[in-house]
T-cell receptor
Framework: DAMVIQNPRYQVTQFGKPVTLSCSQT?????MYWYQQKSSQAPKLLFH???????NEADTPDNFQSRRPNTSFCFLDIRSPGLGDAAMYLC??????????????FGPGTRLTVL | DAKTTQPNSMESNEEEPVHLPCNHSTISGTDYIHWYRQLPSQGPEYVIH???SNVNNRMASLAIAEDRKSSTLILHRATLRDAAVYYC????????????FGKGTKLSVKP
């Protein structure tokens, strides 16, 4: 089945130690997204890629970066994780950006713990 | 962006229908109404969307009020697997076409 895969499902890192989360997709979608979901809160968009074009949300901290080396893969880099960055990180894909009718397909998420 | 209002939580019995309401009194004429749900420890998944007419798919039905200021997601026969947080989201396309999640409704299903 075509899908969005996130590895690892659980990641533990230390305060200030850089960490990378990965996402891959077999849907061949043009757009890939990263969301942050803190405990008992709704998902919040950090940024998205339309093909190779990177689009950052205005309130996404500089501590968060992303790379998309090819259509299938996208990475979330947290340069210096703080305790407040502990959250579920969700990757999603869609065929297009900005269409009122497009559907986003989410991966299962990576739960990040910061010690 | 237009906002939605949903009850924080609802309960249902297994195998009974569930009606999940959503108010969106400031909806614009071009906003689509989308529903996603998030099962425990999973990413959100798409459920259904519509503009003006009622919509049906294999997962659920979407009933949209004539004035479009409210809508209702209908699960015809709730199962334990339907226990999730259900999000009602308005999408207006273009640069504002993000999925902006509100607090959603947490649905509990009792056996």
């Amino acid at each position: 089945d075509a899908m969005v895969i996130q590895n690892p499902r659980y990641q533990v890192t230390q305060f200030g130690k850089p960490v990378t989360l990965s996402c891959s997709q077999t849907l061949n979608h043009n757009v890939m997204y990263w969301y942050q979901q803190k405990s008992s809160q709704a998902p919040k968009l950090l940024f998205h890629y339309y093909d190779k074009d990177f689009n950052n949300e205005a309130d996404t901290p500089d501590n968060f970066q992303s790379r998309r080396p090819n259509t299938s893969f996208c990475f979330l880099d947290i340069r210096s994780p703080g305790l407040g960055d502990a959250a579920m990180y969700l990757c999603a894909t869609s065929t297009a950006w900005g269409y009122r009718t497009d559907t986003q397909y989410f991966g299962p998420g990576t739960r990040l713990t910061v010690l | 962006d237009a906002k939605t209002t949903q009850p924080n939580s609802m309960e249902s019995n297994e195998e009974e229908p569930v009606h999940l309401p959503c108010n969106h009194s400031t909806i614009s004429g071009t906003d689509y109404i989308h529903w996603y749900r998030q099962l425990p420890s999973q990413g959100p998944e798409y459920v259904i969307h519509g503009l003006t007419s009622n919509v049906n798919n294999r997962m659920a039905s979407l009933a949209i009020a004539e004035d479009r200021k409210s809508s209702t997601l209908i699960l015809h026969r709730a199962t334990l697997r339907d226990a999730a947080v259900y999000y009602c989201i308005l999408r207006d396309g273009g640069s504002q076409g993000n999925l902006i999640f509100g607090k959603g409704t947490k649905l509990s299903v009792k056996p």
